[in-house]
């Protein structure tokens, strides 16, 4: 594994990416519960997409509770187009179910009691934690935030709790929030899954993949 400066990396993607100004790339959710909902149905698919299903399925159901009430198949129909939709509305209604009544209706804030909930792993939790709680306590390592991992040379690790531990290994907590938007943002302007687009890339001096594949 390469060695890097971690505020090199960052700043420069800071340079190229402003976060607060690409909030209609990213999911859309104004509290707790549509952060924890949106994100668990964002696996496998767009956050455009999600964003357009999540304005239906919160205008009919606003909080846990009534989730937590809804009938499977109404839930389904909604979020069909987000793909994977039984286990997604099986996961989403059983986790309003036991926020309702083991966390009276309240998102918990703590990693430990997120990862309980059903369709919430480490990286939805990390993703709630730090935009529902301002807490940042790992880094949310999405397709994108691997793929750039691997070929910047900062994991040799391909399992995304593995790339977790490395990258908090390297960069300093102060950064792990950014990390996740940041090389989302990277992700899906520069280097992309199929062709990556090096030759306008301001990581391309520090990439492994550049120096083993186009030099």
């Given at each position: 594994m390469s060695v890097f400066d971690p505020e090199t990396i960052i700043t420069r993607l800071r340079s190229r990416y402003d976060l607060s100004q690409s909030r209609d790339e990213f999911l859309h959710f104004k509290n707790p519960y549509e952060t924890l909902i949106a994100t668990i149905l964002s696996a496998q698919t767009t956050d455009k997409c999600v964003n357009i299903v999540t304005k239906e399925l919160f205008a009919r159901y606003p909080d846990v509770f009534s989730l937590a009430n809804a009938v499977l198949d109404d839930v389904?129909?909604?979020?069909?187009?987000?793909?994977?939709?039984?286990?997604?509305?099986?996961?989403?209604?059983?986790?309003?179910?036991?926020?309702?009544?083991?966390?009276?209706?309240?998102?918990?804030?703590?990693?430990?009691?997120?990862?309980?909930?059903?369709?919430?792993?480490?990286k939805t939790a990390n993703i709630v934690l730090d935009h529902a709680f301002s807490k940042t306590e790992g880094i949310a390592v999405d397709t994108h935030v691997r793929r750039i991992s691997m070929r910047l040379g900062l994991t040799d690790n391909s399992e995304p709790n593995r790339i977790e531990t490395d990258l908090t290994c390297i960069f300093p907590q102060y950064m792990w929030g950014e990390i996740n938007g940041l090389f989302i943002l990277h992700g899906r302007r520069v280097c992309t899954a199929r062709r990556p687009s090096c030759s306008i890339c301001n990581l391309s001096d520090i990439c492994r993949y550049y120096r083993e594949n186009c030099e």
């Open positions: 389904e129909k909604i979020i069909h187009p987000t793909g994977f939709f039984h286990t997604k509305a099986r996961n989403i209604i059983a986790a309003s179910k036991l926020v309702a009544t083991e966390f009276h209706g309240e998102i918990p804030d703590h990693m430990e009691d997120l990862v309980r909930l059903p369709g919430v792993g480490r």
